[in-house]
């Protein structure tokens, strides 16, 4: 019963999405495990583009049964509208089906993030303004609402009244806001549970039957292992765990139900928000990376920061998730470049430092040191064997797989399904090892 979790490896925005649709064909059910509509997973099939916020990667094969686990925040609004969107391009959602214990991100937990983001001001988590701290937080309280609430008008109400004057209360300290009359909010939540009934489900059954029939289980993680609460460089991190490990609780498996973990990366890196970052580059190669890569955030639009590759966050992520392989997305931006960096340690206080430190503040201190490679010149979009890549390129892969210590599996040249390299073996078939350096 082999369950394979795809984990970002950096601060999201790796590829994932590209990563779960090119792998998704061979399973029967894809698992979105945490996050909500921060998330902007970009699928590209032929000339068609597919931005997926809460619906897993897997959507576009009609064979696959969706999942989004009990782990995730869901906006109704804009899984309805993700529905609606699919539909009219010819997807299939009837089998997307959303977890009953998934919590309800509600208008007043957008108006909250917005409000405590202005209220920080220079100190900003730089969120997604989608409301998904504040709902996180909500359901840490015990004060959030689930998707089954939203079926039934009289628990929906009672369960909104034990809440709803708490969060006027704290709106009306902060400017800006207006606060929330209950009766709309009522109307609007049996019109989405209208909407959604057909679609929610007791996630975690669907999923342990699925693995007790032998069926292949994917689960995609959201944002990336640099972003996560407990292991990223918090305060500036997102609300969930989007870690391997959370594919377990957000998405209702066991650890030992995990048979392999692939790791996706970018052959560079890039950050949207606030939060140290060693090795930003804010030059002209910086500008060109972000060009070339067109690093715009998928769901808020805003400029992706973009640095070197960083091998320090790459061991720290491949030890956290336990990653066994890894997909290397993006490598065809790098073409063009005389001479890429790659960062193999920090510099902190004058100390040599191999390990990812845990705290921001020691981050915002790390100076990346830097090994050179040379570059390539040509573009690579039309390769598809790892040996008709040039020269340079082969060994920056290489150096990647030995700062990995995991065999970097398969590598993207494009943002379409096709342009993927595969090498000799395949993840989620076989289990190679690499020789580490
Ligand atoms: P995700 O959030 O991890 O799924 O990643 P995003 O979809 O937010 O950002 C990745 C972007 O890079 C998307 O626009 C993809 O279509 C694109 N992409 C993925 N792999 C490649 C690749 O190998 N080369 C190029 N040029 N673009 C890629
Ligand atoms: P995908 O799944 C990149 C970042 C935000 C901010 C921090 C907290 O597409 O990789 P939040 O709205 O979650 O409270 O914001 O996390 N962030 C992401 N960055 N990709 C994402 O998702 C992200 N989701 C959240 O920019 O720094
Ligand atoms: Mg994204």
């Excluded at 064979?63 to 804009?78: L, S």
């Excluded at 993680?221 to 460089?233: K, R, V």
Aim: with cysteine; glycine share 10%; hydrophobic share 40%.
């Amino acid at each position: 019963m082999p369950a394979t979790v795809i984990v970002g490896l950096q601060w999201g925005d790796e590829g994932k999405g590209k990563t779960t649709d090119f792998l998704a064909e061979q399973v029967a059910m894809a698992v979105r495990y945490q996050g909500g509509d921060n998330a902007g997973h970009t699928v590209v099939l032929g000339d068609e583009v597919f931005k997926l916020r809460l619906t897993p990667s897997g959507v576009l094969y009609p064979h696959i049964a969706c999942i989004i686990g009990p782990g995730v925040v869901v906006n109704p609004a804009t899984l309805i509208g993700e529905l609606d969107m699919l539909t009219s391009r010819g997807i299939d959602t009837a089998k997307v089906r959303v977890s009953r214990n998934a919590h309800v991100i509600m208008p007043y937990h957008v108006a909250l993030d917005r409000a405590m983001e202005t209220r920080l001001d220079g100190e900003k988590v730089g969120t997604t303004n989608r409301g998904i701290g504040p709902t996180y937080a909500d359901r840490a309280s015990r004060l959030g609402l689930r998707m089954e609430d939203l079926l039934d008008e009289t628990t929906f109400r009672h369960r909104l009244a034990r809440v709803l004057p708490d969060k006027n209360t704290l709106l009306a300290t902060m400017p800006g806001t207006s606060p929330f009359d209950a009766e709309p909010l009522v109307a609007q939540a049996m019109a989405w549970g209208e909407r959604l009934r057909p679609h929610l489900a007791d996630t975690t059954w669907l999923v342990q039957d699925a693995l007790r029939r032998g069926d292949h289980v994917i689960l995609e993680g959201a944002q990336g292992t640099l972003l996560d609460i407990d292991h990223g460089s918090y305060p500036y991190v997102t609300s969930s765990s989007p870690i391997a490990g959370g594919a377990c609780t957000g998405g209702g498996i066991g650890p030992l139900q995990v048979d392999e973990v692939i790791g996706v990366m970018k052959a560079y890196t890039t950050r949207v928000g606030s939060g140290p970052y060693p090795t930003e580059l804010t030059d002209e190669i910086g500008s060109g990376i972000a060009e070339r890569g067109h690093e715009f955030g998928t769901v808020t639009g805003r400029p992706r920061r973009v640095g070197w590759f960083d091998a320090v966050a790459l061991r720290f992520a491949v030890a956290v998730n336990s990653v066994s392989s890894i997909m290397l997305n993006k490598i065809d931006i790098l073409s063009g470049i005389d001479e890429i960096q790659l960062c193999v340690a920090y510099d902190i206080d004058e100390q040599r430092v191999d390990r990812w430190p845990s705290s921001a503040e020691v981050l915002a201190r790390a100076r990346p040191v830097y090994e050179r490679f040379p570059g390539w010149s040509e573009p690579i979009n039309g390769v598809r064997t790892l040996a008709e890549l040039p020269e340079n390129a082969r060994r920056y892969v290489t150096a990647l797989e030995v700062a990995a210590g995991v065999p970097i599996v398969l590598v993207s040249v494009g943002p379409e399904r096709t342009q993927t390299i595969e090498r000799a073996y395949r993840p989620m078939r076989h289990r190679p090892t690499v020789a580490t350096g």
